[in-house]
């Protein structure tokens, strides 16, 4: 049984005293391919620092919304850079956070475009975060031409609508530790519509940990617990989804199943 974590932030400090137990524990788990994704400039560093030393793990970078705001003009050309190494396998996180806000929502926007644009010249998609602000995303990322590169709307939490907005213009949906939440039940009920060849499974780790884990720090052996109530709520053999999922993970970052790793 073969599982992928299509998004997590592995390089990160809260992993720092025993990152490699949680790589272990992951691959004895079954996880296959695990991508580690930069919030900001220095974040993304980290992020591809660590697939250089690790083997199945690959990398997205880019500057989050929450960081837009200290986004520098020399940024963009040094992400670009970075872009072009082949261990990364998308430009994120980057997207629109009006939830919390931390940085002017019309400096998000232009982080957003500059990222798109940049996403366009390197040839590779888009991991995208999104809270509250799904009627601003369709409509940028359709002025952009963001289709042209796709990619994955991370931990989607929104309603059918916006979801089918996404699936027309060519995006996967990937689902985090809050599809397990009781509390989920509308989320549940738009994941049962989506097309299964459309869906990622994903940790978010060390956040959002799945219910029977939750209150503890996440880790990529838990993206399980979401393959499980996946497998349920599509009415499949946990086997048979984990194998729909690899497949939509290599199309989605267009890699090949005996490629990079
Ligand atoms: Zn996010
Ligand atoms: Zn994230």
């Known amino acids: 049984m073969s599982l992928v974590d299509a998004h997590c932030h592995l390089h990160m400090d809260d992993y720092k005293g025993d990152r490699g137990e949680v790589i272990q524990r992951a691959k004895e788990e079954g996880v296959v391919h695990m991508v580690t994704v930069g919030i900001d400039l220095s974040d993304s560093k980290g992020a591809l620092a660590l697939t250089q030393k690790e083997k199945g793990i690959l990398c997205a970078v880019g500057v989050h919304p929450h960081a837009a705001r200290r986004m520098g003009n020399d940024d963009l050309r040094v992400l670009e850079e970075m872009a072009r190494h082949p261990a990364v396998v998308a430009i994120g996180e980057v997207g629109l956070d009006y939830y919390r806000d931390l940085s002017p929502r019309e400096t998000q926007r232009e982080v957003l475009i ?6 366009k010249s390197v040839g590779k998609p888009l991991v995208i975060h999104c809270r509250d602000a799904y009627r601003d995303l369709v409509r940028i990322l359709r002025a952009q031409g963001a289709q042209e590169v796709g990619g994955m709307i991370h931990c989607f939490s929104g309603g059918w609508n916006a979801a089918r ?36 499974m994903e940790t978010d780790a060390p956040f ?19 393959y499980q109530e996946g497998a349920r709520l599509k009415g499949l053999e946990l086997e048979e989804w984990c194998l729909v999922v690899e497949e939509n993970f290599y199309k989605a970052f267009r890699i090949s199943s005996w490629g990079i790793v």
Do not use: C, W
């Open 208 to 226: 959002l940990s799945p219910q029977p884990v939750r209150g503890r720090r996440n880790e990529p052996a838990f993206v399980v617990y979401t």
């Open 114 to 119: 500059g990222q798109i644009g940049l996403a």
């Open 165 to 200: 907005a996404f699936l027309d213009m060519g995006f996967y949906l990937s689902f985090a530790g809050p599809l397990t939440y009781p509390k989920s039940r509308e989320l549940r009920e738009v994941f049962k519509k989506i097309p299964n060849h459309r869906i990622l």
